[in-house]
């Protein structure tokens, strides 16, 4: 038998089952899995905004359970590079972009060469 520590987690409507990371789990591991995790969000975001399955940012927070202000502060990752996306999911690239950052406004610049400048200096 194996025994696993686990907890429940209700955001919005959904309850989640959270198993946390092993003692062996180092931080900038559960950092790059959080940026992903904020990718995808901001990308799903944007598809439902244009596709018109969402009207506003406020109907997201409230489908989401998380407040407007998050839900902006993230829709931005939705325009990287799309470089930059696969190489944060294959690990090759390690993007310096944290969820403090993105609280504070982290400007993300429009033109994807710049993107490339000030996140991985190429």
Known sequence: MIDVETRFVRKGQDLHLVVPPTD????????????????ARAVTWYDDLVAGRASSMREIATTEGVSERYVAQLLPLAFLKPELVEG??????DLPI??????????IPCEWRQQSTRFTGN
């Open 24 to 39: 062996g789990a180092d931080s900038s591991s559960r950092s790059e899995k959080s940026l992903v995790k904020a990718i």
């Open 88 to 93: 944060c999911l294959d690990g090759a690239i």
């Open 98 to 107: 944290r969820g403090s950052d993105l609280a504070r406004g982290l400007p």
